[in-house]
């Protein structure tokens, strides 16, 4: 499987946006680059996906460099409700998904 | 909404029991999932089916065994359950009829004493 590389973690003011890196050097063409995330004492929530081209959604947009080796998550104003455990997991549509350690983002009032 | 529901969020177990987990969507996925989560490691998955009576290993099946007689229900089983087997357990449901996004369920806290 193709390997991500996360923060381990960040921190964000309320309000602000927030953008969450992610590397991932060796994605294959078939890869499609997904994200989620995991609130204190849940199961992990979709948050967006893509292939190729930038994708907005009403939680976030995804930013996907054009070689597609990096990607980046964009909440564009954070709240305190954002705190959680961001995943960005690369995939073949349909196959499960091969969870990491993600990033833990900090939301400060 | 799709919905996936789990048995239990919380589950003590003595070593050597035998445990079933529950996982049961209302949305007609061909999909089911089961992973572990534990800290410092992320979520692992243990096994997956793609259809009715199909199965197939995940990254770590060791220890456990799974069962789809319906559609809608996935079942994780632990034979003879051990401390090591202390985690959470989250299942969750795709298809690829929607926008490729895993739904998950709240998860099942298992403690094996």
């Known amino acids: 499987d193709a390997k991500t590389t996360q923060p381990n973690s960040m921190e964000s003011n309320e309000e602000e946006p927030v953008h969450l890196p992610c590397n991932h050097s060796?994605?294959?063409?078939?890869?499609?680059i997904h994200w989620y995330r995991q609130l204190p004492s849940q199961g992990p929530e979709y948050v967006i996906h893509?292939?190729?081209s930038n994708v907005n959604n009403r939680m976030a947009s995804l930013a996907i460099a054009e070689d597609r080796k990096s990607s980046t998550l964009i909440l564009h104003r954070a709240t305190l409700r954002d705190a959680a455990v961001y995943y960005c997991?690369?995939?073949?549509?349909?196959?499960?998904?091969?969870f990491g350690k993600g990033t833990s983002l900090l939301v400060t009032p | 909404d799709v919905k996936v529901t789990q048995s239990s969020r919380y589950l003590v177990k003595r070593t050597g029991e035998k445990v079933f987990l529950e996982c049961v969507q209302d949305?007609?996925?061909?999909?089911m999932f089961w992973y572990r989560q534990d800290p410092g490691l992320g979520l692992r998955l243990i096994y997956f089916?793609?259809?009715?009576?199909?199965?197939e290993k995940g990254d770590i099946p060791e220890g456990y065994s799974v069962s789809r007689e319906k559609k809608e229900r996935f079942s994780l089983i632990l034979e003879s359950a051990s401390t090591n087997q202390t985690s959470m357990y989250l299942c969750?449901?795709?298809?690829?009829?929607?926008?490729?996004?895993?739904?998950f369920g709240p998860g099942t806290r298992l403690t094996v004493l």
């Open positions: 997991i690369l995939s073949p549509t349909g196959y499960a998904l091969n």
């Open positions: 060796t994605i294959s063409g078939t890869d499609y």
């Open positions: 893509g292939l190729t």
């Open positions: 949305m007609d996925h061909e999909n």
């Open positions: 089916s793609y259809d009715v009576k199909m199965k």
């Open positions: 969750a449901s795709w298809t690829r009829l929607s926008t490729d996004t895993q739904y």
